[in-house]
């Protein structure tokens, strides 16, 4: 089955600076990476989302970059602001076929605490 | 719009009595997940339900957990003779069917939070 990495397990930043967190994965057939936010007390807020057929993704200050070559990808958060402040879970699917299918295996989070 | 809804919200239970957690999908989305989120674990899959398919219940920890799906929409997962290692966060999420292919985008809900004592 696939098995996801996430580095680091808590990241603090001064606002304004970038903030990067980075997955492994280890089933080369996964297609999906999505990126959540979890808030205290909240559900996992889908923020951004990569397909295995692009190397990068850009939505406004958050970016998400793929190398599956490495099965690597990571999260890119510029300008960071205190309201960044959240848990963050990458995730990835495996390629569509038999009961993996559309069954997200997550990474064990990053606390990001963006300081004023 | 309304996005899946969850209830109760919090719920408090001794051990080795049944808990029944529900979901309400994203109107219109045939796909349903419920995952857990406990400290130890992080979040781990449980089960999935699409259409009329067969679900896929390999996440199941025990047999002490079933799910069912109603009419295709409500969800209810029902956990047997509770454990302490059941306290969790249980999280369901939904997506869309588009064009006959599942959308991979799933959108969670609050969860319920479970403590056994």
């Known amino acids: 089955g696939e098995n996801v990495e996430q580095h680091p397990s808590t990241l603090s930043v001064q606002e304004g600076d970038s903030a990067v967190i980075k997955c492994t994965y280890s089933?080369?057939?996964?297609?999906?990476f999505p990126w959540y936010k979890q808030e205290l007390g909240k559900g996992p807020q889908l923020i951004i989302d990569?397909?295995?057929?692009?190397g990068e993704k850009k939505d406004q200050r958050i970016a998400v970059t793929l190398n599956k070559t490495a099965k690597h990808f990571s999260l890119h958060i510029t300008e960071t602001q205190p309201e960044d402040s959240a848990v963050y879970f990458c995730?990835?699917?495996?390629?569509?076929?038999?009961?993996?299918?559309?069954?997200?295996?997550f990474g064990q989070g990053t606390i990001l605490t963006v300081h004023p | 719009g309304a996005g899946v809804s969850q209830s109760p919200s919090n719920k408090v239970t001794e051990k080795g009595k049944d808990v029944e957690l529900r979901c309400d999908p994203i109107?219109?989305?045939?796909?349903l997940y419920w995952y857990r989120q406990s400290l130890g674990q992080g979040l781990e899959f449980l089960i999935y339900?699409?259409?009329?398919?067969?679900?896929?219940k390999s996440g199941l920890p025990s047999d002490r957990f079933s799910a069912e799906r109603t009419g295709g929409s409500v969800s209810t997962l029902t956990i047997q003779r509770t454990q302490q290692e059941d306290s969790a966060v249980y999280l369901c999420?939904?997506?869309?069917?588009?064009?006959?292919?599942?959308?991979?985008?799933?959108?969670f809900g609050p969860g319920t939070r479970l403590t056994v004592t």
């Open positions: 999420a939904s997506s869309l069917y588009i064009g006959g292919q599942l959308s991979y985008e799933q959108y």
């Open positions: 089933d080369s057939a996964s297609n999906y």
């Open positions: 990569i397909r295995s057929n692009v």
């Open positions: 995730a990835a699917i495996p390629r569509a076929g038999g009961t993996s299918y559309g069954k997200l295996t």
């Open positions: 109107s219109g989305h045939t796909a």
């Open positions: 339900f699409q259409g009329n398919s067969a679900p896929d």
